[in-house]
């Protein structure tokens, strides 16, 4: 999810969805579904995510979820992939 969403909202969704929410950008964009996909084992993110934001991700999924950067002209990966 992007910063700024409501504690409420995020609270929601963890509890109806039964997963934890990040807050991030991808690649410095709040349309953060559109530009990322992921499920339980894999996070894509297109390769223009910053270091900071990797970091961030990484820190986030403590080693459980492996992040790959994808090098493509293709960014929208969370319009383009169904996982």
Do not use: W
Not at 21 to 32: G, K
Not at 62 to 79: F, M, P, R, W
């Amino acid at each position: 999810m992007p910063f700024g969403v409501k504690e409420n909202i995020l609270s929601l969704l963890e509890q109806t969805l039964h997963v934890k929410v990040v807050q991030t950008t991808i690649a410095n964009s709040v349309l953060v579904g559109i530009l990322a996909v992921g499920n339980k084992d894999t996070f894509f993110v297109p390769e223009n995510t910053t270091n900071k934001e990797l970091s961030n991700l990484s820190n986030f999924f403590e080693g459980e979820v492996e992040i790959v950067e994808v090098d493509s002209k293709y960014t929208a990966l969370g319009n383009l992939m169904i996982l």
